[in-house]
C-alpha cells in the first residue's frame, strides 16, 4: 500500500502535530509581538484604507493635503504640490482677471494651443512672462468718452515674441465716459471701490488723463470754427520685454529698466465734424496722418498711464512704471498741454494727470494718495478640480481596517509560527515528537521505543527520518514466519 501511496503523482494529504515551544517565554514574547503589531497595523491601514476619493474645487493649482500620517512618510510619498488638480482650460472669448483685479480681460487669441486644437491650459503659473504689447484709444468728444484696448502678450519663459509652444494675447477693454449709459465696468468698480485701493486711485488718474485729452480736443475743435476733428483713434505699440527678461539680464530688450518705454503710433485716424475719415479709407496710397503736438502730448501721457496700470495688474515689477516709482514722473509724464492750432497766444496748459500724481494729491476732494506697489507676479483667477482624499464614514472605515489588518496579520502570524517551528525542529530529533508522544512514556502509539529510535537501538537503528522508520518497518514485516513445521532448519 505504502509503495502505491509513493508512485501517486499527487502528495499524500497530511495534517500537523502540535508541540508547545520548549522555552516558556517565547509565548508571552509572541502574544506581545502579536498585540503591538495588530496596533501597528490598525493605524498603518487607517492610513491605507481609510481614506476614500472626492473631488474639491480649489482656487489654487498647487493645493495640497496634510494628513497624521504624512510625518512618517518620505517625502515623494506625501502629496505634493501640483499634484491633485486637474489643469484649467481657457477657450477664445473666456474671462481672464488676476488676483489684482483691476482690469477685466479676455482671452483673445490662442496661438500654439496647448489643450486640444484651441484652448490653453493654465496650471496656475504666475504672469511673470507676460507684457503689454498695445494700447488703442478711441475718444469722441461727441460723446466725452474714450475707449481703449489694451493687449497683453503671453509666451513659455525665454521663448521670443511669436517663437514659443504656446502663446496667448489677452483684451481688456474699458471706457471713461461723462455719460452714466456709457459707463464701462471697469469704471463703475473704480468710482464703487473703497477710498485709496488702487483702482479707486487709477481710476481717478485715468479720468484726468481723459479731461487732458477731451480738453484739447475741444479746444482744437473750436478754433476750427467747429469744423475740425471731433474723434480720433490712435494704435500705440510697445516692445514685449516681460520681466522675466529684465531679470535675466537678457538682450533681447532694446530699452532697458532704467529707461522709459517709447511708443510707436502705428496707425492714426481723424473724424472730421463733417463726417470725413482721415486717412480716406478708401485710398490706401495715401501716408498715415499724425497727430497735432497739442493732441499728441496727453494722448501719451494717457497711453503710459494705461500702459503702467496694466504692468500692475499682471504683476510686473518693472523699474520704469510711472505709477509706482515716482522718480520716472518726469522722464514719462508731460506736464503742459501745447496751445492748439490756431490759439498760438493762449498760454499752455497744465497737465491735470502730471500735476496730481507729482503733487500725489488727488484734485478733486485733495486727499493724499497712497503710494502704489506691485506685491509680486500676478496669477489668473481660476478654478481647478482638485481630487483629494476625505476620511470614510465610521462604519466603512472599521470594516475597511479590520479587513485589512486581519489579511495582513493571519499572513505574518502564519510566517511567524512557519519560522519558529523550523527554528525549535533543528534542535535536535527530540524537538520533531508531538506532545502525545511524551505522554504515552516515549513510545509511539504502535509500541515502538522511540528512545531507542534517538539513540539507534531496536527496531529503528539506522533509522534517520520517517522515511527510513518506514523502511525499516518494512523489513521488519517482510522476515519469514515459522510454517506449521517449525522453522526451516
Request: charged content about 15%; glycine content about 8%; overall charge negative.
Amino acid at each position: 500500500m505504502l509503495s502505491v501511496l509513493r508512485s501517486r503523482l499527487l502528495p499524500a494529504l497530511e495534517y500537523p502535530i502540535t508541540r508547545e515551544f520548549g522555552s516558556p517565554g517565547v509565548t508571552a514574547v509572541a502574544y506581545t509581538l502579536g498585540f503591538s503589531t495588530i496596533v501597528i497595523l490598525c493605524l498603518v491601514n487607517v492610513a491605507l484604507v481609510g481614506y476614500e476619493p472626492t473631488t474639491l474645487f480649489q482656487s489654487n493649482f498647487n493645493a495640497t493635503q496634510h494628513f497624521w500620517y504624512h510625518s512618517f512618510v518620505p517625502s515623494f510619498a506625501s502629496h505634493q504640490a501640483g499634484k491633485k488638480c486637474d489643469a484649467h482650460v481657457f477657450n477664445v472669448g473666456d474671462s481672464l482677471v488676476t488676483n489684482a483685479s483691476i482690469f477685466e480681460w479676455r482671452l483673445d487669441r490662442v496661438g500654439h494651443p496647448n489643450a486640444a486644437d484651441s484652448g490653453f491650459s493654465y496650471k496656475g503659473e504666475n504672469l511673470d512672462n507676460c507684457d503689454v504689447v498695445q494700447v488703442a484709444i478711441y475718444g469722441d468728444i461727441r460723446t466725452w468718452s474714450i475707449e481703449t484696448n489694451l493687449y497683453i502678450y503671453c509666451s513659455p519663459p525665454g521663448e521670443r515674441f511669436g517663437e514659443g509652444d504656446w502663446d496667448i494675447v489677452g483684451l481688456a477693454n474699458f471706457g471713461l465716459s461723462g455719460l452714466p449709459a456709457r459707463h464701462t465696468n471697469f469704471q463703475r468698480l473704480a468710482k464703487s471701490a473703497r477710498q485709496n485701493s488702487a483702482i479707486s486711485v487709477i481710476g481717478e488718474l485715468l479720468a484726468l488723463a481723459a479731461i487732458d485729452i477731451g480738453s484739447q480736443v475741444w479746444a482744437a475743435y473750436e478754433a476750427s470754427a467747429f469744423t475740425g476733428t471731433v474723434a480720433y483713434s490712435i494704435v500705440g505699440d510697445f516692445e514685449y520685454c516681460p520681466p522675466s527678461w529684465i531679470r535675466s539680464n537678457t538682450n533681447s530688450c532694446t530699452t532697458t529698466s532704467k529707461q522709459p518705454y517709447p511708443i510707436s503710433f502705428s496707425s492714426v485716424s481723424l473724424i472730421l465734424a463733417n463726417n470725413t475719415i482721415l486717412p480716406e479709407l478708401t485710398d490706401a496710397s495715401l501716408p498715415n496722418i499724425s497727430l497735432d503736438k497739442a493732441l499728441e502730448v496727453p494722448t501719451i501721457n494717457f497711453v503710459q498711464l494705461a500702459r503702467a496700470a496694466a504692468l500692475i495688474d499682471i504683476g510686473s515689477k518693472a523699474s520704469n512704471n510711472l505709477l509706482t516709482n515716482l522718480d520716472f514722473i518726469d522722464q514719462i509724464l508731460y506736464p503742459e498741454l501745447p496751445p492748439v492750432s490756431g490759439t498760438t497766444a493762449a498760454p499752455s496748459a497744465r497737465s491735470q494727470l502730471y500735476d496730481a500724481w507729482k503733487t500725489q494729491t488727488s484734485p478733486l476732494n485733495s486727499i493724499h494718495y497712497p503710494s502704489l506697489a506691485v506685491s509680486g507676479p500676478s496669477t489668473l483667477q481660476a478654478v481647478f478640480i482638485c481630487h483629494f482624499s476625505k476620511l470614510k464614514g465610521i462604519g466603512s472605515l472599521i470594516v475597511s481596517v479590520l479587513v485589512a489588518t486581519l489579511s495582513m496579520f493571519s499572513s505574518a502570524w502564519g510566517l511567524a509560527l512557519i519560522l519558529a517551528a523550523y527554528a525549535a525542529k533543528s534542535k535536535g530529533r527530540q524537538a520533531n515528537y508531538c506532545d502525545g508522544h511524551q505522554d504515552c512514556g516515549g513510545r509511539n502509539p504502535e509500541g515502538h521505543d522511540m528512545q531507542a529510535r534517538d539513540e539507534g537501538e531496536g527496531l529503528f537503528a539506522g533509522a534517520s527520518d520517517k522515511w527510513d522508520e518506514e523502511a525499516v518497518q518494512l523489513k521488519a514485516d517482510a522476515k519469514p514466519s515459522p510454517g506449521p513445521e517449525g522453522p526451516l532448519r
